[in-house]
């Protein structure tokens, strides 16, 4: 176990690696001058001579290469280096907004499990039935709703015409209500595909027949042995999810105007700030491997067949 | 990293589970202004930024030795001035004014702020406003004096930049880098605390040398959406909205609970031409295009009326614009007659590129509308604004899309960067060169005389219009919506200088 640790963990480095180049690659082939950028419109009056002045003071006219490996090298050290735009330093940056998604990503998965298993439970113990068909309606309405869309029209309704929650920003409990829901809505609707559908399998197994033969009630057969069994690949896609949740938190976020890592990120992308949106993506590849891995030791504990040594 | 994670989870659940409000400590008595910017301020020391949310803030906290309204130039912390030879402005600054920290505001002070703005160690990112500027020097307490390394006749107007306000040297040695967190001004609105990408608190300046202002608290909110923004005014989250979608205009007018002001802005909105490649390398083709666009048109029913047609290159409240510019008339027979001249045929595929905006989307629609009838193709081509950018710097265009603002409300600001053939290919991104503007943009920004100034400024503007480096569209209206209990607001020329210092709020 302690090895397969070691393994899994190990294999963070090329991974951080490989992320960092990839971002740091695509981020100097896409046109646009970061220097010119961090001028901004209304910077526009600035010389030709400013911008290379500029330019020399941070670094970026150093040759691509140097300045990647600077970057590792530094990195390696524990230092992520300035965003060019504020000049903060990128790991505080990067480590005061995480708090925020990741209380986002937690909440809405929150969400999408209280209202994904049980509609997917139900679906598949009446299987098709009405109650089956209208959960599976409203799971493929959830999954093909855009979050931006869906976002807006949570907001009109609860915002502007109700007045019970505050429309964006972050303070109190309510402000994390609605970018929960909004979140958490989309991956409900795949939670109850993928538990009905991993149940119904599960359901027509030889020791589900058994359970029912020894006369158990059909509640707990499908709650005690039938659920557990059918967890793994639900486990696989909420797993998968939580990543998804990180990458969809930049819309989210957007939107309600919330001050987590979504929007750390697109700002970062749009100023050209590499450094920062190197941090970002470290950072989430980081959340990325650990979730997995601990999805994988999840595998262990669900089924006692499956060991790690 | 654990352990600063951890802190910061521990810090957001105390704030999330507290006690209604934000946490921020105890509300000042007063009434409090929310106002919505589109993106987070990146800095609020004065010589570290050059972004309008930056500088929206920073106008609340710090002022400038003069400003520019609608009269002119005026005082702010400088009371008169007076040229001393040719290169040399003298001050005499306001007395008993002081900074949020206690340091006295005085001549010292002034001298400080200068020289760290244009040390080359401060890289400051507004460097160009007063690049031409050598130095300060005290004279007395109240006395201060600056020197250009050339004569510069519009220092009195780049003074007005917000870049250029005065900081307090106190709190710069106390602070060091952390400055750009902890800004000390002298201005009508303390600053209290930053939530990165949150929100930006500041209270009321109860010392404010011109009175303390009626509001205890102005909070800025950085709210990337519009539609966001929008549901914040109309359920009552933020007070004060800038720039709201044209569309949307017409229903918050009709909101009782909101008023929404439009006000002249300093900007301009342009097409501008690749003038060292064909076809626009010839003045008829793009006199051309100049009379094929139905600009009235485009305001009445893309803009719905948020912008005053464009006749030159500067909107009429920047000092040195030409009201008596002719423009180009709509004449679809002149345009043709003109292209056939030219010896043009149709059938081109010239490409307009311009910065992903809803704004420049329509208008980009409309002048491929406008163009067709001419046998043109215009490819339209929309890319985010780095990319912009950089295409406009390698010449990758033939048209492009260009919003340009006068900050400094001084023609030599605009004319000098767009139209000097020294500034090509960056700003001058039309690589327009005449011999003729050339001399007299440069004597324009060389003698002290206003009055020469102007008919200087005006008889450039009518050789650039009549050479077309450009066509002149529009010149938008800075528009802002307020929560209908709050008087006394103004934003001139910008949403950027926002003014609270005599607001009022009855809620």
């Known amino acids: 176990m302690g090895r397969y640790l070691f393994q899994r963990l190990s294999l963070l480095v090329p991974v951080m690696l490989g992320v960092t180049l990839v971002a740091f690659i695509t981020l100097h082939l896409a046109p646009g001058d970061p220097v010119r950028v961090l001028l901004g419109e209304l910077g526009q009056g600035a010389s030709q001579e400013e911008i290379a002045r500029l330019r020399s003071t941070l670094g970026l006219d150093a040759p691509l290469p140097v300045q990647y490996g600077r970057f590792v090298w530094r990195a390696a050290q524990g230092d992520l280096g300035r965003s060019l735009r504020t000049g903060a330093p990128v790991l505080d940056e990067v480590l005061a907004r995480a708090p925020f998604t990741l209380v986002v990503t937690v909440a809405s998965l929150g969400i999408a499990l209280a209202i994904g298993i049980p509609a997917g439970v139900l679906s598949a113990a009446y299987r098709g039935s009405a109650v089956d068909h209208a959960a599976m309606l409203l799971a493929l309405m959830g999954v093909s709703l855009p979050v931006f869309w869906l976002g807006l029209l949570l907001m009109l309704v609860f915002a502007l015409a109700l007045g019970w929650l505050p429309a964006s920003g972050f303070g109190t409990w309510k402000h994390l209500v609605l970018p929960a829901v909004t979140l958490g809505l989309a991956s409900s609707a795949l939670i109850a595909r993928m538990t009905r559908s991993s149940l119904l399998e599960v359901l027509g197994q030889d020791y589900i027949r058994t359970a029912r033969a020894k006369g158990l009630s059909g509640r707990i057969v499908l709650l005690r042995h039938a659920l557990r069994s059918a967890l793994i690949p639900i486990v696989t896609v909420v797993g998968l999810q939580l990543g998804g949740l990180l990458g969809g938190a930049v819309l989210t976020e957007t939107v309600f105007a919330w001050p987590g890592l979504g929007r750390l990120a697109v700002g970062a992308i749009y100023s050209r700030d590499a450094p920062l949106v190197q941090g970002t993506i470290l950072f989430t590849a980081i959340a990325f491997v650990l979730i997995n891995l601990a999805v994988d030791l999840l595998y262990a504990m669900l089924d006692p067949r499956i060991r790690y040594d | 990293m654990i352990r600063r994670m951890l802190a910061g989870l521990v810090v957001l659940l105390v704030l999330v589970t507290g006690s209604g409000r934000s946490g921020l400590g105890a509300p000042a008595p007063g009434e409090t202004i929310t106002v919505a910017m589109q993106s987070d301020a990146t800095a609020l020391d004065p010589h570290r930024t050059n972004d309008g949310p930056s500088f929206l803030v920073i106008n609340q906290i710090f002022e400038t030795l003069l400003v520019r309204t609608a009269r002119g130039l005026e005082p702010r912390l400088a009371t008169s001035w007076r040229p001393v030879g040719d290169r040399t402005w003298e001050f005499k600054l306001r007395r008993g004014v002081k900074f949020h920290d206690g340091t006295p505001f005085n001549a010292e002070a002034v001298r400080f702020s200068i020289d760290r703005f244009i040390n080359p160690q401060s890289r400051a990112r507004a460097y160009f406003v007063l690049s031409m500027v050598e130095g300060a020097k005290a004279i007395a307490d109240d006395t201060v004096q600056i020197t250009t390394r050339f004569p510069f006749a519009a220092l009195l107007n780049h003074l007005t930049h917000p870049s250029t306000s005065v900081i307090s040297p106190t709190a710069v040695g106390?602070?060091?880098?952390?400055?750009?967190?902890?800004?000390?001004?002298?201005?009508?609105?303390?600053?209290?605390?930053?939530?990165?990408?949150?929100?930006?608190?500041?209270?009321?300046?109860?010392?404010?040398?011109?009175?303390?202002?009626?509001?205890?608290?102005?909070?800025?909110?950085?709210?990337?959406?519009?539609?966001?923004?929008?549901?914040?005014?109309?359920?009552?989250?933020?007070?004060?909205?800038?720039?709201?979608?044209?569309?949307?205009?017409?229903?918050?007018?009709?909101?009782?609970?909101?008023?929404?002001?439009?006000?002249?802005?300093?900007?301009?909105?342009?097409?501008?031409?690749?003038?060292?490649?064909?076809?626009?390398?010839?003045?008829?083709?793009?006199?051309?295009?100049?009379?094929?666009?139905?600009?009235?048109?485009?305001?009445?029913?893309?803009?719905?009326?948020?912008?005053?047609?464009?006749?030159?290159?500067?909107?009429?409240?920047?000092?040195?614009?030409?009201?008596?510019?002719?423009?180009?008339?709509?004449?679809?027979?002149?345009?043709?007659?003109?292209?056939?001249?030219?010896?043009?045929?149709?059938?081109?595929?010239?490409?307009?590129?311009?910065?992903?905006?809803?704004?420049?989307?329509?208008?980009?629609?409309?002048?491929?509308?406008?163009?067709?009838?001419?046998?043109?193709?215009?490819?339209?081509?929309?890319?985010?604004?780095?990319?912009?950018?950089?295409?406009?710097?390698?010449?990758?265009?033939?048209?492009?899309?260009?919003?340009?603002?006068?900050?400094?409300?001084?023609?030599?600001?605009?004319?000098?960067?767009?139209?000097?053939?020294?500034?090509?290919?960056?700003?001058n991104y039309s690589r327009y060169k005449s011999p003729e503007v050339d001399r007299l943009l440069d004597e324009g920004r060389a003698i002290a005389d206003q009055g020469r100034r102007e008919q200087i400024y005006r008889r450039a503007q009518t050789l650039i219009v009549r050479d077309a480096p450009m066509i002149f569209l529009y010149y938008p209206l800075s528009t802002y919506a307020v929560r209908s209990g709050i008087q006394h607001t103004t934003a001139p020329f910008s949403w950027i200088n926002l003014e609270l210092r005599k607001a009022t709020v009855q809620r």
């Open chain 2, 174 to 427: 106390r602070f060091g880098a952390d400055f750009v967190r902890n800004p000390v001004g002298t201005g009508p609105f303390k600053f209290d605390s930053w939530v990165a990408r949150d929100r930006i608190t500041m209270v009321r300046n109860d010392d404010y040398w011109g009175g303390p202002p009626q509001i205890a608290r102005v909070i800025m909110r950085p709210i990337p959406e519009s539609s966001t923004q929008i549901v914040e005014l109309e359920s009552g989250g933020v007070d004060l909205i800038f720039n709201m979608p044209a569309d949307s205009v017409a229903r918050l007018e009709r909101n009782p609970r909101l008023v929404v002001y439009k006000e002249p802005s300093f900007s301009a909105n342009y097409i501008g031409f690749h003038m060292e490649r064909a076809p626009f390398n010839d003045v008829r083709v793009r006199r051309a295009v100049g009379h094929a666009v139905r600009v009235a048109g485009l305001i009445t029913f893309f803009l719905k009326d948020l912008a005053t047609q464009a006749n030159g290159p500067l909107s009429p409240v920047v000092f040195g614009a030409n009201p008596d510019l002719p423009g180009y008339e709509y004449d679809l027979d002149r345009a043709r007659a003109l292209l056939a001249e030219a010896g043009v045929r149709p059938g081109l595929r010239p490409r307009l590129v311009i910065f992903e905006s809803a704004e420049w989307r329509r208008v980009a629609q409309a002048i491929q509308a406008s163009l067709q009838p001419l046998g043109f193709q215009v490819e339209v081509e929309v890319v985010e604004f780095g990319t912009w950018l950089s295409r406009l710097d390698r010449g990758e265009f033939e048209m492009y899309g260009m919003r340009w603002g006068t900050v400094t409300l001084d023609a030599d600001y605009t004319l000098y960067s767009l139209f000097h053939s020294s500034q090509a290919p960056n700003p």
